[in-house]
């Protein structure tokens, strides 16, 4: 009896190992095909720049189109830094959001409040996206800050499925550059080089190490069993 327990138990282990360790948020772990939607610039908030709105909701497609015009400068080393390939760029969905920007929420007098997770929620539900295969990528603005020289963005991973959230991380890019447009979409390019592949891995590491640990104790059990029958 105590033989057929262990083996079912060793089975149904091993089973969820692969299940826990395909499951973990990094890329090794997501399909091949990924999405990047550019970038989201409807709760963007600038802080002391002499710009008017209007000229800032004209900058954020200008800095979207971009992508597509000098990918290998934004999309190529985003995809090294991640350790993914990026299957497409689709940068539709921000740029019909940006048109829906209410220019006088745009500028503030004060340092912008940090994004919450349900805010990063809120950003990849508004995107008009049909439920599809894959991973996608969406980069959110919270603050453009003239006074500082950043600009504050957020990472949200999804799956493409159901919109789950898979993981986000912000990072800070110091701005540069001539003209509104590229001032700004320095900050951002400078956000790349900040990503640390690194993070992605450790949750897999954690998790596989963690049900090794759980397995090789069970095993030491069923192994005394056998030794005092």
């Not at 190992?17 to 095909?33: G, I, Y």
Request: negative net charge.
């Amino acid at each position: 009896m105590i033989d057929i327990m262990k083996k079912v138990f060793l089975t149904m282990a091993a089973l969820f190992t692969v299940f826990a360790v395909s499951n973990a948020q990094n890329p090794e772990a997501w399909e091949d095909k990924l999405t990047f939607y550019g970038i989201d610039f409807s709760m963007t908030r600038v802080v002391g720049a002499s710009e008017s709105a209007e000229e800032f909701v004209e900058a954020f497609s200008g800095i979207n189109q971009l992508l597509l015009s000098e990918p290998d400068k934004y999309v190529e080393p985003l995809s090294v830094r991640l350790k993914k390939h990026i299957d497409s760029v689709d940068i539709d969905p921000v740029l019909a959001v940006i048109k829906e920007i209410d220019p006088e929420e745009i500028k503030i007098n004060k340092s912008a409040d940090l994004l919450s997770e349900d805010d990063l929620k809120y950003a990849v539900m508004g995107l008009d996206l049909k439920p599809g295969t894959g991973i996608g990528l969406l980069v959110v603005c919270g603050e453009l800050n003239k006074g500082t020289e950043y600009g504050t963005f957020y990472y949200v991973v999804f799956d493409n499925e159901d919109m789950t959230i898979l993981d986000t991380w912000a990072s800070k890019g110091k701005s540069g550059g001539i003209g509104l447009r590229n001032y700004w979409a320095r900050s951002f390019y400078r956000t790349i080089a900040e990503i640390n592949p690194s993070r992605f891995y450790q949750a897999k590491k954690k998790v596989k190490d963690g049900l090794n640990r759980g397995v090789e104790t069970v095993k030491k059990g069923f192994e005394k069993k056998d030794k005092e029958q």
